[in-house]
Structure formats: structure tokens, C-alpha cells
């Protein structure tokens, strides 16, 4: 049984950052997203709902080219979690979502 299946999702998702663009040798880019979940009642202003996606090579170019604040989209990936990015005493040894995007589609965009 292939486990890695486990770990590939499909999530709406809402742009809340502006996208940063990294390059690396060899042409390699990779465009990094603030963005959170989208929920049916939002009354309490969770940071913990707000996560990065990374997006990849050509589909990195497009992202950047197309999709805006405030825009939703549909994302796949795979989820991984890493160092979360706020460092305070309360949250020393707290873990953050991030997902490496695969495919993104529009879902709502302004």
C-alpha cells in the first residue's frame, strides 16, 4: 500500500498575502501564498486558519499572473507540515500547514 496517497488533498482556499516569487539556479521558481481555509461561519478571526502553499516552475509563473488577493481558488497538493512561521513563547514548538500545490484552479475571483 502507497501511503504518500495519503497525504494529497483538494481544498478551497482564499488568498489572504501577496504572493512572493523565489528563483534558484537553473531557472527553478517557486511562488510562496499566505492563504486560509474558507469556512461557512467565520465569527472568530483564527491566525491558526491562515497557512502557505507553494507552487512550482511554469505553474509558479501563472499563478502570479492570474490569481490576486481576495480570489479564491481550488488547490491539489500534497500536505506537509514545517516550523510555524510566528515565533512567541506560547507557540515555540508549533507546526504549520503547508501544501505543495499541484494543480490550482479558479473558484472566485474579483
Do not use: H
Not at 528563483?23 to 501564498?33: C, G, L, M, R
Not at 488547490?75 to 507546526?95: A, D, Q, V, W
Amino acid at each position: 500500500m502507497n501511503l504518500n496517497i495519503m497525504n494529497y488533498a483538494n481544498f478551497i482556499v482564499k488568498i489572504v498575502g501577496k504572493p512572493q516569487q523565489s528563483f534558484f539556479n537553473k531557472n527553478i521558481t517557486v511562488t510562496e501564498i499566505p492563504v486560509k481555509f474558507v469556512a461557512a461561519r467565520n465569527k472568530n478571526l483564527n491566525t491558526k486558519n491562515i497557512f502557505q502553499i507553494s507552487i512550482w516552475n511554469n505553474l509558479s509563473y501563472d499563478t502570479t499572473k492570474y490569481y490576486k488577493l481576495n480570489d479564491y481558488v481550488i488547490i491539489e497538493g500534497y500536505i506537509s507540515l514545517r516550523p510555524s512561521m510566528l515565533t512567541t513563547k506560547l507557540l515555540k514548538n508549533e507546526k504549520q500547514i503547508e501544501i505543495s500545490v499541484l494543480k490550482i484552479y479558479p473558484f472566485c475571483l474579483n
